[in-house]
């Protein structure tokens, strides 16, 4: 397939566990504050909320604070933030395997793509300046200050697929995480899955089109057949 026929297609990726991964230290930035405030976390509530924005999962998932009161949520989620920052700030960030040749592809081949993450502008902001994406994506991000609803809400994809100015259905996400499937499919985009975070019989059957282990299984030609199904 030629370049030209990939003129209206685009790529949206999810951050954590598609492009870097900074798992451990979201882990240990969660764990940390938890110990700060005398709050108990599990391995298990840590687990079920990653992905999902401090606003639903500090007091849907840790029972930290109550939905009706927004300032202790967005103070807490600050206060994780901050440690989350100086933890990658102290490590050594690289992007995943395959994710470079990927985005050099598609670069190529002329299919732009654009970021969509439950995190904060300056935590991607982190992200690419450490590993260099910043190269690729540029001013195409969208985070969690710019849109109103969370994932599973698509409202991220959606405004994501418009900064590359393209259609969602002739968008494909790129996601880890349960929410962020449910997220591209509410936006009408197809979503390719990699087992980065959660096993592979766990995305099976979440709508996803292609399940991966790693993003070395694809390339600029296999995402252009998968939209095309």
């Not at 200050?145 to 994932?151: F, H, P, S």
């Not at 197809?190 to 299984?217: C, Q, Y």
Request: with cysteine; hydrophobic share 40%; proline share 4%.
């Amino acid at each position: 397939m030629q370049s030209s026929s990939f003129s209206d297609l685009g790529v949206v990726f999810d951050l954590d566990g598609v492009l870097i991964d900074s798992h451990d230290q979201h882990e240990q930035s969660w764990f940390q504050l938890a110990d700060q405030l005398g709050k108990s976390l599990t391995k298990e509530q840590f687990k079920r909320s990653f992905g999902m924005r401090n606003e639903m999962c500090i007091p849907d998932v840790f029972g930290w604070a109550t939905r009706n009161d927004p300032e202790t949520i967005r103070e807490l989620g600050e206060r994780k933030e901050e440690f989350y920052r100086k933890l990658l700030a102290e490590g050594q960030l690289e992007p995943l395997p395959g994710v470079l040749a990927l985005v050099e592809g598609l670069k190529e081949a002329g299919i732009p793509i654009s970021l969509g993450s439950s995190t904060s502008r300056k935590n991607i902001e982190v992200c690419f300046a450490t590993t260099g994406l910043d190269s690729f994506f540029g001013e195409n991000y969208t985070g969690a200050e710019d849109v109103t609803r969370g994932k599973p809400a698509p409202d991220v994809f959606l405004e994501a697929a418009r900064k590359i100015d393209r259609s969602p259905e002739n968008c494909l996400v790129i996601e880890d995480a349960h929410v962020g499937i449910e997220a591209a499919l509410a936006a009408g985009m197809k979503a390719l899955a990699v087992t980065t975070t959660h096993p592979l019989e766990s995305l099976v059957g979440t709508g996803a089109s292609r399940i991966v282990d790693s993003l070395e299984e694809v390339n600029s030609d296999s995402i252009a057949t998968l939209l095309a199904e």
